[in-house]
């Protein structure tokens, strides 16, 4: 936080001091009144930090314009998909020299098993429903304090004021106990104390926002809030990007998200007021990257999916997390490496491996990524997000197990999941204008399109293009020169 909060301190201590103050003209009893009833609420805060933040609350609030989200990429996906076709007077090329690919062991990961209810009653606890998980967390309910009237800087100060006040404390201690037991990350956590204030407030409320603001703050997390007409709006600080969410900048640069903790309903007002000092401490950046899925109900769910490679058809029963497929319903978009180096649930995992194993085995390295490129491209249908979800939405791994339907983007990450973990070769992903594709490293160089990759030669590999083999990109994108997408987790060794 800047230095203008001593500054507004002597200022607000010079107030409570003037015996003449115009503010109260003659009457005596109301200036005393005031005067005593600010002076025990600064005895009621906890830390000097809190006191110099509700001072600063109180005055440094400015107007900003909220920009519209950024769009990914503002050309849409195909509606239909292309599909390749050999010319009949062609005859099929001789398959190129390629070792025999190594598939790597499983690893069975060690079964976790849902966290049970606490054994003992928490103080003050309540029951709150998280995804399909019934949890139990410490609530006092002298942490529903009411928005005194419509927010402005002096009804979100006093707002701090009073919580700051509360025992806030055991409701951080019992929150960081259940993230740390579920395995929340950043995003979950945060949604986690939406939920906590939603008890308290209900939904679609100011106070749901405020408290999550307020918990956030005292959690470390960069976060700020600002308000327009009669709503409270929650900003953050995020480690990459994000899109289709409003954002700005002050000038000091960096960008604050304007996200709804409510699904079903984005923010969409493009004025409001927000302060530009930090709370000291409240320095991390929201993360949304999933190095784990969240462990909640321990729902899972079964089907079988169908391919042919070649003459032979294959049947790939697979089995997905019903609660990761709920928790991503409407995670915020944001960087695609985010979704390629997603987790997936240890029964999809497991599944994926015991029925491709097989297939795999004693193949070329080619050979291999052709069975994976072929179940890629058609044992799923086709549709744009929009058909799908009504907006743009890239899924996880076990999402697109569980949607029948699924596009480029979504296709090129569940590929890319399955030649990193069933062989040793490595794989990027290619950003084309309107088309999310693969490219895979082999052992030897093979005909083909490719890239190159910090000198190395990647081979294009689109899961996209229907009954397309490794090295052949979609005609529309032959000499386009991708972004090249970085897959930071390593492939087995």
């Given at each position: 936080m800047s230095t203008r909060p001593g500054i507004l301190r002597f200022a607000l201590l010079a107030v409570l001091t003037a015996p003449g103050l115009a503010l109260f003209g003659q009457d005596d009893t109301?200036?005393?009144?005031?005067?005593?009833?600010?002076?025990?609420?600064?005895?009621?805060?906890?830390?000097?930090?809190?006191?110099?933040?509700?001072?600063?609350?109180?005055?440094?609030?400015?107007?900003?314009?909220?920009?519209?989200?950024?769009?990914?990429?503002?050309?849409?996906?195909?509606?239909?998909?292309?599909?390749?076709?050999?010319?009949?007077?062609?005859?099929?090329?001789?398959?190129?020299?390629?070792?025999?690919?190594?598939?790597?062991?499983?690893?069975?990961?060690?079964?976790?098993?849902?966290?049970?209810?606490?054994?003992?009653?928490?103080?003050?606890?309540?029951?709150?429903?998280?995804?399909?998980?019934d949890l139990s967390v410490s609530l006092p309910a002298s942490l529903r304090i009411p928005l005194k009237g419509n927010p402005d800087k002096e009804s979100i100060s006093e707002y701090f004021a009073a919580m700051a006040a509360a025992p806030y404390?055991?409701?951080?201690?019992?929150?960081?106990?259940?993230?740390?037991?579920?395995?929340?990350?950043?995003?979950?956590?945060t949604l986690l104390l939406a939920s906590m204030g939603e008890k308290l407030h209900g939904p679609n409320t100011n106070e749901k926002v405020l408290f999550t603001w307020f918990m956030l703050l005292k959690s470390g997390f960069e976060t700020k809030v600002g308000f327009s007409g009669e709503s409270v709006v929650l900003l953050l600080r995020v480690d990459g990007r994000l899109f289709a969410v409003p954002f700005f900048s002050f000038d000091k640069g960096g960008r604050y998200y304007a996200v709804s903790l409510e699904p079903k309903s984005p923010v969409e007002i493009t004025q409001l007021y927000a302060y530009e000092g930090d709370f000291p401490g409240a320095t991390t950046p929201m993360r949304f990257r999933v190095p784990e899925l969240p462990l909640l109900s321990n729902t899972t769910a079964t089907k079988t999916l169908h391919f042919t490679y070649g003459r032979t058809d294959y049947s790939v029963p697979v089995t997905y997390s019903r609660d990761a497929v709920r928790f991503f319903e409407y995670y915020p978009q944001t960087e695609f490496e985010v979704y390629f180096d997603g987790s997936i649930s240890p029964g999809a995992a497991s599944s994926l491996y015991n029925a491709f194993a097989p297939m795999l085995k004693g193949k070329s390295e080619v050979e291999a990524v052709n069975i994976l490129l072929r179940f890629?491209?058609?044992?799923?249908?086709?549709?744009?997000?929009?058909?799908?979800?009504?907006?743009?939405?890239?899924?996880?791994?076990?999402?697109?197990?569980?949607?029948?339907?699924?596009?480029?983007?979504?296709?090129?990450?569940?590929?890319?999941?399955?030649?990193?973990?069933?062989?040793?070769?490595?794989?990027?992903?290619?950003?084309f204008p309107g088309h999310i594709s693969t490219a895979v490293r082999f052992t030897n160089e093979i005909p083909g399109d490719r890239v190159q990759v910090h000198g190395q030669r990647y081979t294009i590999c689109d899961p996209t293009f229907i009954n397309a083999d490794a090295g052949m990109c979609m005609p529309q994108f032959k000499g386009v020169s991708p972004t090249i997408i970085p897959l930071r987790r390593p492939s087995p060794s």
């Open positions: 109301a200036y005393r009144a005031w005067q005593e009833k600010e002076q025990e609420k600064f005895q009621q805060f906890k830390d000097k930090n809190d006191r110099d933040f509700y001072e600063f609350l109180k005055h440094e609030w400015r107007g900003v314009q909220l920009l519209k989200g950024d769009l990914r990429d503002p050309i849409p996906d195909p509606p239909t998909l292309p599909v390749y076709t050999p010319p009949k007077d062609q005859p099929k090329p001789a398959p190129a020299p390629s070792p025999t690919v190594t598939v790597v062991p499983f690893k069975e990961a060690a079964p976790v098993p849902v966290p049970p209810p606490a054994a003992a009653p928490l103080p003050e606890s309540a029951s709150i429903e998280f995804y399909g998980a404390d055991r409701v951080l201690k019992s929150a960081g106990e259940i993230r740390a037991a579920r395995r929340l990350n950043d995003w979950g956590y890629s491209q058609t044992a799923f249908g086709y549709k744009v997000d929009k058909e799908i979800f009504g907006r743009e939405k890239p899924m996880f791994p076990d999402e697109v197990l569980y949607y029948n339907d699924s596009n480029c983007k979504d296709r090129a990450i569940l590929f890319a999941y399955l030649v990193r973990t069933l062989t040793r070769l490595d794989v990027v992903g290619l950003d």
